[in-house]
């Protein structure tokens, strides 16, 4: 895409153009400037669909409720975890690290386990729980290590990993990162590079570190109304002494997508990472294994299931 309603994307606007139309001011219609595949610039129009929510959610109401409890069903299922395992590699796609911190030991005893690599792909994790980052890392290093500082104004605290010891994965190990991924993704993906653990390839990725407090209120008495804020409240300093804070993590083998591969759903991220193991599978290929879910139910041509 070279411009939305006038406005061109780039890494800096992104977030902002996101915030703006999904959530500010929702529009009808796109009028979309695009470059195809094959190189050729046209200007097209695209109606969206808007779907209208009910203003008032009873939940006491068992409707209303089961609408509620489906939707986040919904959500928990685009967050789950995607694996695909072949040639003693085991891909572990991780959309969030905003899971049950007891869960990750038995997923790497379960899935990890007997594998002699792991590609684990962080693209689009925007981050979660302090907790299951320090269990993921305990499991990537065969000894106790400090991951990072967290700094606030009056007091400090430290992220640190309680190691498995021998039962830690020994393998090859490659994380691959997107500007999308932020927070527990890009200090992982650091904490990795500065220990020399694994490669990191893909592209820079958000800069977005900072320990933020999230506070939830309502207004009104019998009919409430939910609203919030998140606020920074600590710096996150790695064992270099840097904070990656609006800097992101730099891949050791950067791999951007190109116009044509985006528009034909090839992974060439994924293909190097392969490639770095020494096994050769095209991008086209790599696209099948996980391949975009679109807004309109209808995906790509492989599955999107856990595969053994």
Known sequence: MISLLGIKPTRSELWKMMYYFYAINPQSRFKMVVRTPKGETKEVVSDTQIKKLPRILNLENAVDWNDYYRSITQEDESES????????????????FAFDPDQVNSIFDSRIKGNSNLILDLRGNGGGYVKTLEAVAANLFPENMKIADVKERK???????DSRGSDAFKGKLVV????DSASASEILAR?????ERGVVIGDRTAG??????SIVNTMGVNTQIAYGESISDAEVILPDGKSIEKVGVIPDI????????????RDPALAAAFKYLGVEVTSADAGKLFPIDWQDGKKGTASYKSRK
């Open 81 to 96: 975890h995607r694996f695909v395992s072949a040639n003693d590699i085991v891909v572990w796609k991780m959309r969030t």
């Open 191 to 195: 904490f990795i590079q500065l220990k």
């Open 155 to 161: 007091d400090s605290d430290v992220m640190e990993s």
């Open 176 to 179: 691959i990162v997107d500007h």
């Open 208 to 213: 977005f570190v900072m320990q933020a407090r």
């Open 254 to 265: 950067p791999v951007l997508p190109t116009a044509e591969d985006l528009g034909y759903e």
